[in-house]
């Protein structure tokens, strides 16, 4: 009879490539900057509210915070055998609330505490609405070398129906602004599945990014979070929401659309320019270890994850009792269903050839259905697809690198139904 063996029992060079991960320094800083002049409707993030004054940016909230995030980089690096960041990445929250000063403060920190390498990637998400020419000329003379604009929409109903701070016309002087100072790497966030929104307003503001030129596209689908204010009014797939097949449609729409405009579907929501991948996301997506420093913000380091408190005030705490991070450090189990599960996000998808038997057998077995419904392939290291006897995984010789990937658009559209049985096969 086939023994129910623990995945870790089977995994021994897994185990010897995850004790090699902990021992890997991380090069990659996410820095959180919680604050936004309003929450949007949609927002499950850990953010203060700092409302429209335009004092905001010498508020104490945000001084106060500054001093506590800049602590704390400094208590965790002293426990760090460093070495030089090769992407750093503001996010929130609303990190062009801070003025040009403030943000290169915390670069210097970093830079002094870690190094920062010549040809790091720095990115900042900005808002439109929140920055002058000037303060993002601050920026840029800080470090910043790649903008991540949250845009959403172009449409200023649908800008209202989500709460969002902005105009339309906000919009378009935010691009004038990044254009006038010469910025050429930056990004436009989208979301679909929007209360109200139709098929035709979605492909509009396909259209209107495209026309914009972006190097980076990051559009997501409207998840409703139980804890936002949309999560309390709408139903999945009820109106005003879009019903599935039409949110279906929104994604499969983006996906032309931007095909076509020559832009790679490099991940389930992301498209870049040939050359114009996000770096610091990839980290993620990889499973490779990273810095994550601020109120809320995840990090993974020394093989151990770790989610900082969520509101300032025990974020403080923390940072005041030493900035410890207790949390155990992951299973080899844990780890190879994070490896799966993130790696199966990018278009590359994951080399199972590392993999071993008993394991890939279980991949096989929950995978089949939608290897026959074309939803995922197996591809070799040139991406040439790799014809399966009868559909089976399992006869495949693994001694050359094989890559599982999923579908694009169908594997990607219906990602979280073949994750969720592919994690179930493999708890
Ligand atoms: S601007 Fe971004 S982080 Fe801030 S509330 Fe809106 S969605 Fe959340």
Redesign the pocket.
Known sequence: MKQNTSLVNVSYCLDRYLNKLIDTVPVNAYIHIPF?RR??YY?D?P?SIVGNRPSSNASTMVVEYLEALTAEIRLFSNNFHKKPLTTVFFG???PSILSAKQLATVITCLDKQFGIASDAEISMEI?PGTFNKEQLLGYLQAGINRLSL?VQTFDDKLLQVCGRSHSRTEVFQAIEIIRQVGVNNFSLDLISGLPYQSLSQCQDALDTAVAIGPKHLSCYDLVLEPVTAFGKQYQPGKKPLPDDETAAEMYRLTQQTLTKAEYQHYEISNYALAGYQCRHNRVYWKNLPFYGFGMGAASFINGKRFIRPRTRKEYYTWVKKGAEIDTPVISTDDWLLETLMLGLRLAEGVNISQFERPILDKIAVAMQPYIAKGWIEVKDKYSQKIALNSGNLTALNLNTETRLRLSDPEGFLFSNTILSDLFEALV
Do not use: E, I, K
Request: net charge neutral; glycine share 28%; charged share 20%.
């Open positions: 936004c929450r949007c927002c993030f953010v929130g929250g609303t808002d949250g």
